[in-house]
């Protein structure tokens, strides 16, 4: 357990900025590793057609509800296994990741076979073509199928953060990245002796990069003596796996409802035309930048603040939910005073039609408003993981999450065109992070 506990020290004692550092700087190049599996394959079925992009979009709805959940589950088993961590409680600490092993095993089980029940009915909702619907059903049952080694894989890197190991992850995440950039050709095209499967090719290097690293990943958590035993996957920690799902459920089940809640905003915007839905997709992919550096400083604030608790240390888990938030803020400040500088230009970069410009401008200068509310929102979600008390504030993100429909709605009536939209998502945006921010403030002080 010695190499388990090796960053214990900087976590509940060390430099609050240099352990936010420490962690979330690994953290968010990790989340910009992900989202290049989207891109390489955006990039790839491009060059197989408009079905195969249609299919894997369509498809790709599914894919994020289900990950959404195992990330959850992840992250709420993390989030256990750091506050043991930090409690310097061997014991404890394995319990914590037979518990994330057996929601990541279980978990993902339901999951697929839920998903794959209900695969056809999600191409029905959407009114698909039939030729996106039967490339999109292939492309959906395989990522399904693989699911289990994603919420493997997902698991082991919350379990390396946990015990303060973000550079792991990030390797991982590197190696996976790299499998999917090699093999997504050679299946989709057909390289070589492989036969050329399109869609369904982009799925199983998907899932083939998602199993490589889940294999790597295990053999180094034997390193850390966390490794649980196989034969724990049939009787998990009770304790443990209940503060998991406590945790990590409501995790999820935001995430996913994100997802849906997109989706029904898309639908609103498409009565603006395609360059109006264009605008939209530009201004999320704006985002991303903001949002990774969120997200990487967000999964430093879990172990920061569980494992202080843990430590026995409340005001330094306060103390680091905020110098976190404010560390967080100034780079995310800084990129969007630059798109508002330049909205046109950044719009532009992605697509030069003018319509999607000037409906994207416009997204960019409302939203951009909402940047650093973001960051509280993510910055403070991800310590209330850490606290282990996330059932009301996932219900605040949830709640104000799905206004932004009948607000947009709203708006729209009173004779706003696509503007609409962008107002309802910056408007709950910032009451969002407002909200639990104070939230936090009230419950655990500064």
């Known amino acids: 357990m010695n190499e388990t506990l090796r960053h214990r020290e900087l976590m509940v004692a060390g430099s609050i900025d240099r352990a936010i550092l420490h962690l979330g700087v690994p953290a968010a190049l990790s989340a910009l590793l992900q989202a290049g599996f989207l891109v390489v394959d955006t990039f790839w079925l491009g060059r197989v057609g408009a079905v195969a992009i249609a299919a894997a979009s369509t498809a790709g709805f599914v894919m994020w509800l289900a990950q959404a959940l195992g990330e959850g589950a992840a992250n709420g088993s993390g989030a256990v296994l750091a506050n043991a961590v930090g409690a310097d409680d061997e014991a404890r600490a ?85 499998v999917n950039l090699v093999v997504d050709p050679v299946l ?50 009770r304790a443990e796996t209940r503060r998991a799902l406590g945790v990590g459920l409501p995790l999820g089940l935001e995430g996913a409802f994100f997802s849906v809640i997109y989706v029904l905003l898309t639908k609103v915007t498409t009565g603006f035309g395609t360059p109006a839905v264009a605008a939209l997709g530009v201004g999320h992919k704006l985002e991303l930048l903001n949002y990774f550096v969120c997200a990487g400083m967000g999964a430093a604030a879990t172990t920061l603040v569980a494992q202080s608790l843990g430590a026995g240390s409340p ?90 429909v009948p607000l947009a709605a ?37």
């Open 410 to 446: 709203l708006l729209v009536s009173l004779g706003l065109g696509v503007e609409a939209v962008w107002i309802a998502i910056a408007g709950t945006t910032v009451i969002k992070g407002t909200l639990l921010a104070a939230i936090f403030l009230i419950r655990h002080g500064r």
């Open 94 to 178: 394995r319990r914590a990741a037979a518990a994330g092993q057996g929601l990541a095993v279980w978990g993902s089980a339901l999951v697929s076979t839920i998903g794959l029940a209900t695969a056809s009915a999600v191409f029905a909702f959407m009114g698909t073509a039939d030729d996106v619907t039967a490339v999109g059903t292939s492309y959906l049952w395989v990522i399904l199928l693989g699911m289990p080694a994603y919420f493997v894989f997902t698991w082991l890197s919350a379990a390396f953060r946990a015990t303060g190991d973000a550079r792991t992850p990030m390797r991982l995440l590197a190696v996976a990245a790299a």
């Open 315 to 404: 005001g330094r888990a306060a103390r680091a939910t905020w110098r976190t938030l404010f560390l967080t803020c100034l780079p995310v400040a800084a990129v969007t005073a630059v798109l508002v500088a330049f909205p046109e230009r950044a719009v532009a970069a992605f697509n030069g039609d003018p319509e999607v410009v000037a409906a994207g401008s416009t997204y960019v200068l409302v939203v951009g408003l909402s940047q650093v509310f973001m960051a509280f929102e993510v910055v403070v979600l991800a310590a209330f993981a850490g606290v282990q008390w996330t059932a009301i504030p996932a219900a605040v993100e949830m709640g104000f999450t799905a206004a932004r």
């Open 188 to 237: 989709i095209f057909g390289l070589g002796p492989a036969p050329a499967l399109g869609a369904t090719g982009a799925a199983l290097a998907t899932v083939a990069a998602w199993l490589v690293s889940a294999v790597w990943g295990w053999v180094l958590l034997g390193r850390l003596g966390l490794r649980p035993l196989v034969r724990q996957l049939a009787r998990p920690p």
